[in-house]
């Protein structure tokens, strides 16, 4: 079966950084756009990076995390990371990775997600 392992989330101070790790296995993983969405309590979940299936030469970020974070993806590993520098309080939630196949066999899946907290 399809799973999604996230690793990678902790309590830091502001301004810390932290990586994030998404393994894949059950599927074909280099076929897959890979995402990273986040929940924080009260609010909807939030797109915060895309990476492109294949080599992951294009990535996508939500405005408020553009210059902070950085995704990449290891087809070797069937691992997409998510890079997290400078964070802020603001950046508290609980971090999902999501994988998506477009076309005719659309499939998609979640992982069980990973707390980041960001307090001093």
């Known amino acids: 079966q399809v799973q999604l392992v996230e690793s990678g989330g902790d309590l830091v101070q502001p301004g810390g950084s932290l990586r994030l790790s998404c393994v894949v296995s059950?599927?074909?993983?280099?076929?897959?756009?890979m995402s990273w969405y986040r929940q924080a309590p009260g609010k909807e979940r939030e797109l915060v990076s895309v990476?492109?299936?294949?080599?992951?030469?294009?990535?996508k970020y939500v405005d408020s995390v553009k210059g902070r974070f950085t995704i990449s993806r290891d087809n070797a590993r069937n691992t997409v990371y998510l890079q997290m520098n400078n964070l802020e309080p603001e950046d508290t939630a609980m971090y999902y990775c999501?994988?998506?196949?477009?076309?005719?066999?659309?499939?998609?899946?979640w992982g069980q997600g990973t707390q980041v907290t960001v307090s001093s």
């Open positions: 059950g599927l074909i993983f280099r076929r897959y756009t």
């Open positions: 999501h994988a998506v196949l477009s076309g005719t066999n659309w499939s998609a899946y």
């Open positions: 990476i492109s299936g294949a080599g992951g030469g294009t990535t």
